[in-house]
């Protein structure tokens, strides 16, 4: 699942029309704080009710990041809290600190928990227990760092989740936005360091398949409409979708359309399985050999006889070949998308502009 944030602090007309993007493409999980200093409280509140009225018709779920100052900002006791929550459609309370265990069981019968991913112990585990709660029914969330350096490691991120995993939590976690960062240090908001300047499909995919993450959250304002529907388009269709650049103006008919590797996998490229079938019979005169660095999309020419037809991309640097034609190249901050393409994985080619 893929959620969003929504920044109070962002102009009314552009979370309106971020919110219009996300629900057209299936968000349904949206994310925002109440205690961030940056922010005007009253601004906060005004800006949050008028955006409540779009989720609830999009049905989507509200989640708030809170803490007990977040009462204090805005002078609401304990007691009114929950009260004070559901007044601007909030759903989901991800909850900092300051609430102790039976607040939080209270809380409970009105709103989905969700707690600090990097907080929990063996000793919370267990109060959370005693207060009655079923660990299996809450989730965890990891935290997004708006520093450079400052992400989380990814082997301690993994381990930290095998024993949230084992003790029954949901997780999620943030990757980065490509459109519009979030200020004031505008350099992502990734919960992994290594993903802070990466595709976001690919940053999407090392999270839900490799370190255990149920669900994910966009950090930044805004993702680009094109990489939200590449996500969406992994989610369910499991074809992960590749930004190319520097492409030729004599492409194969079968270019852009799905490509899936072959079973035998081969250490240098990936090999569209049924290119040279989907191709067979046509002439494909060569044309100026290329160094094939990391991300080079080519198709064999004629005169590499049985395998002309066959495209490829490669895993690492190649050297120029005359029997191999360079037909483009996946953008340098999606290449690490091509280690998740696996045996038998789907793959397909779009043309990225953007630089």
């Known amino acids: 699942m893929l959620g969003a944030s929504l920044y109070l602090s962002q102009s009314e007309e552009m979370n309106r029309q971020n919110l219009k993007v996300l629900n057209e493409v299936g968000v349904k999980t949206i994310f925002t704080s109440l205690h961030i200093p940056e922010e005007d409280p009253e601004q906060t509140l005004s800006g949050l009710k008028r955006m409540t009225e779009k989720t609830k018709c999009y049905g989507m779920n509200l989640m ?16 009114k809290a929950t009260d004070f929550f559901k007044e601007f459609g909030i759903t989901c309370l991800r909850i900092d600190y300051g609430f102790s265990f039976a607040e939080i069981k209270n809380f409970s019968k009105q709103f ?22 079923n660990l299996s029914e809450i989730t965890v969330c990891h935290n997004y760092y708006p520093r450079e350096n400052t992400g989380l490691d990814k082997n301690f ?8 995993k084992e003790k029954g939590f949901k997780i999620q976690a943030f990757i980065p936005g490509d459109l519009k960062k979030r200020g004031p ?7 992994l360091e290594e993903h802070r300047y990466i595709d976001p499909l690919a940053a999407y995919i090392d999270l839900k398949e490799k370190n255990l993450v149920d669900e994910i959250l966009i950090g930044d304002v805004l993702m680009k409409e094109k990489t939200i529907i590449r996500i969406k388009k992994w989610i369910e269709e499991e074809v992960i979708v590749l930004p190319v650049t520097n492409v030729h103006t004599n492409l194969p008919e079968n270019f852009y359309e799905i490509h899936q590797n072959r079973q035998d996998v081969a250490r240098d490229v990936l090999r569209s399985e049924d290119s040279r079938v989907a191709l067979k019979g046509q002439s494909f005169d060569p044309i100026q050999a290329k160094q094939r660095p990391t ?4 198709l064999d020419n004629d005169l590499y006889g049985r395998y002309a037809g066959e495209l490829q991309v490669t895993k690492r640097a190649l050297p120029a070949d005359d029997r191999v034609n360079v037909l483009g190249q996946v953008k340098d901050a999606s290449l690490g998308l091509l280690e998740h393409i696996a045996a038998g994985v789907k793959f397909q080619f779009m043309e990225d502009y953007d630089e």
């Open 64 to 79: 708030a990041d809170v803490s007990s100052s977040t009462l204090e900002q805005y002078s609401i006791t304990k007691e």
């Open 157 to 164: 991120f993994l381990k930290r989740n095998q024993y949230l």
């Open 112 to 133: 989905q928990i969700i707690l600090n991913a990097s907080t929990i112990t063996e000793e919370i585990c267990a109060s959370l227990e005693d207060a009655g709660m």
């Open 295 to 298: 991300g080079s999309i080519t």
């Open 185 to 191: 240090v505008y350099a992502g908001l990734p919960t």
